[in-house]
């Protein structure tokens, strides 16, 4: 019995398995897929970004212009000669189509084409211009009703009225009577009888 309660006394608390003894059973289980391998690094092209928006000969090749896709109001415009960004590989033409030219661009070790895109090439109208409310309008009149009357007067200028002058009355003269200062009205004779 002494020696039960020796062995008793020497001994230790089980112990937790560390987690890493288990790291086999998850990555190598026959019961599990395995990841995708890690994708090699895509390499961005730069031309993406970029809409051919204007090409002209010029002696030495091509003046290119490209415009951003993001930032339509960024462009670059490469000319033979002049150190760029974008090198110039090839360019094909449409003779029938203006717009079906393709540039062969490269950017460093990285090649790619540029195109006319239309809905980019599309210029953009003028603000609209919001009319001032006319608060000279009498009250009841719809500000619609105002411009049509100012279509209609446009068609046919019409002078403004004269305004009227009225002469001061014509003072009295002692002695004259009243009457004759004052015009007398005109009857017209019918004559249609």
Partial sequence: MTAALCTIGHAELPQKAPLTSYTALWTESPFTSKPPPAAAGTAVNPLD???LSGIAPVPGGYRITLLNKKNPEEKKVIEPGINSEFTVISVNRNPSKYLGTTV???SGAIQGSVTFQPELLVL?????VQQPPNNNLPPGVAPNAANNQQDQNAQVPQRAPRPR???PPIPQVQ???ANQAQPQ???RPNLRQ
């Fill in 165 to 167: 002058i009225v002469p």
């Fill in 124 to 128: 953009k109208g003028p603000p609209d």
């Fill in 49 to 51: 970004d970029y809409a």
């Fill in 185 to 187: 009205p005109q009857f």
């Fill in 175 to 177: 002695g004259q009577p």
């Fill in 104 to 106: 062969v661009l490269s």
